[in-house]
């Protein structure tokens, strides 16, 4: 499995951190984690 990471701002601030399967290319099964924040030793 090939993984991305990305790092989003919404619009009140709250930070979050995606992680996708590059594989699935934005189709079913892409969608690995959603985290809340941006540490590292909450996204391992």
Do not use: P, R
């Not at 990305?6 to 099964?29: C, P, Q």
């Not at 892409?30 to 590292?40: E, F």
Request: aromatic letters at 2%; zero cysteines; a positive charge.
């Amino acid at each position: 499995m090939h993984l991305a990471i990305d790092e989003v701002t919404l619009s009140h601030g709250e930070l979050y951190t995606i992680v996708t399967n590059k594989k699935a290319k934005g189709k079913k099964g892409s969608l690995v984690a959603i985290i809340t924040g941006t540490k590292t030793e909450k996204v391992i």
